[in-house]
Structure formats: structure tokens, C-alpha cells
């Protein structure tokens, strides 16, 4: 049963235009969120985290959103870039105090030029 | 970057042999990882710990094992590889805020 849920496998974006990738998760005992990003043939980076007790945070050209309701968080980047092209994935921890995390499928973003 | 280094980077080897991958970290941390990512799956927690001699098992552990006997190394154990362990394994060392990752090591097992 997969706790952490990234529908979309891929996405292709022109440059300079908004990427948004999703993310939903199933168990409301998720606190902690990560973003991160791994292009090929190297191990994942983290991007951009975000607590449950915050809606929304940014670094840059990254924003994460979390609706704990729908219990959805998205990842909004602007502008993107060719660069920008990777894999992402979101992961998610609860408060077991053993920092265990879950991780979605992915998304594979492709940012044109 | 975090000091996590993995090795071998790539290994073949046959079904029925025992493999051990391992993990080294320079940077002190409590809590370290294995995953293993595979296509449609994603990254999949095989075995983490969280101090020395201290390991637990995460959602795809059948078949490995690991462990712990100093805080820089996390040694993964495949006791007798099998075609279903060929993968791409990560390493990873974490805190409350997140994970950072080793570079991968690429296991065929053939």
C-alpha cells in the first residue's frame, strides 16, 4: 500500500514557465515533508523541506505547498529551467522519533528550451 | 556535499553468492540507510540505524541483512543474491530535517 503517491510519472515544461509536481500521502501522521531531486547515475539531493505546521514555504526559485486536508503538497518551481531536469521525488515522516522516510514513485520533469 | 562514499559503485555478480555493499560517512551522523530504487517504485527503505549496533528493518527487507559496528560504516549484506536484488542501492545519512545521499551503487546479479 503505497503511503506516498506521485500520479504523474512525468511532465515536460517550457523554460521560463511554472512547474508544479504533486504529491499525496494517505497516513495523517506524516509531519515532515522533502522534496528532492536526482538526475541520473547520482544519488538524490534534497531540494526543499516543509513542517506540517507551516502551508507553505520557498527557497528561491522552489515553493513547496502543503494542504494537510487534502493532505497534498506540491512543488512549484519558477521559472524553470533546463537544468531543472531530473527526477523528483517527495517524502514524507511521521512523528515516531526515528526518522524514517517514505518516498513517492517520482516524477520525471523535462524543462524544454 | 555530505561525506557519504559507497562501495563498490558497481558490482555483477552470480545468484546464490553472498554480496556486501558498504557505506562510509564522515560526518558523524546518528541515523544511516539503505534504499534501493527501482523503476515504478521509487526509493524503497531496505535497513536503517540509529546508533551503533542499532538496526531495524524497513519495507523490503527479506533477503538482506546489515550492520553496524562503528558510527562511520553501514554494511548491506545479500546473503545469497538473487535476479529480483539486482537494483541501483543508495546509502543515506540523515537527522530531523531530511537525507543526503550517497552516489549509488549498481548491483546485477545474474
Known amino acids: 500500500d503505497q503511503q506516498v503517491k506521485q500520479n504523474s510519472p512525468s511532465l515536460s515544461v517550457q523554460e521560463g514557465r511554472i512547474s508544479i509536481l504533486n504529491c499525496d500521502y494517505t497516513?495523517?501522521?506524516?509531519?515532515?515533508f522533502l522534496w528532492y531531486k536526482k538526475y541520473p547515475a547520482e544519488g538524490p539531493t534534497f531540494l526543499i523541506s516543509?513542517?506540517?505546521?507551516?502551508d507553505k514555504n520557498e527557497d528561491g526559485r522552489f515553493t513547496v505547498f502543503l494542504n494537510k486536508s487534502a493532505k497534498h503538497l506540491s512543488l512549484h518551481i519558477v521559472p524553470s529551467q533546463p537544468g531543472d531536469s531530473a527526477v523528483y521525488f517527495c517524502?514524507?515522516?511521521?512523528?515516531?522519533?526515528?526518522?524514517?522516510?517514505?518516498f513517492g514513485t517520482g516524477t520525471r520533469l523535462k524543462v524544454l528550451a | 556535499d555530505a561525506g557519504i562514499t559507497q562501495s563498490p559503485r558497481h558490482k555483477v555478480t552470480e545468484t546464490g553468492t553472498p554480496v556486501t555493499l558498504r557505506c562510509h560517512q564522515t560526518?558523524?551522523?546518528?541515523?544511516m540507510y539503505w534504499y534501493r530504487q527501482d523503476p515504478g517504485h521509487g526509493l524503497r527503505l531496505i535497513h536503517y540505524?540509529?546508533?551503533?549496533?542499532?538496526?531495524d528493518k524497513g519495507e523490503v527487507s527479506d533477503g538482506y541483512s546489515v550492520s553496524r559496528s562503528k558510527t562511520e560504516d553501514f554494511l548491506l549484506t545479500l546473503e545469497s543474491a538473487t535476479s529480483s536484488q539486482t537494483s541501483v542501492y543508495f546509502c543515506?545519512?540523515?537527522?530531523?530535517?531530511?537525507?543526503?545521499f550517497g552516489p549509488g551503487t549498481r548491483l546485477t546479479v545474474t
Open positions: 516543509i513542517s506540517s505546521i507551516k
Open positions: 543515506a545519512i540523515g537527522s530531523g530535517e531530511g537525507e543526503y
Open positions: 540505524s540509529y546508533g551503533v549496533k542499532d538496526t
Open positions: 517524502a514524507a515522516s511521521g512523528s515516531s522519533g526515528t526518522y524514517k522516510y517514505i
Open positions: 497516513n495523517s501522521m506524516f509531519d515532515y
Open positions: 560526518e558523524n551522523h546518528r541515523y
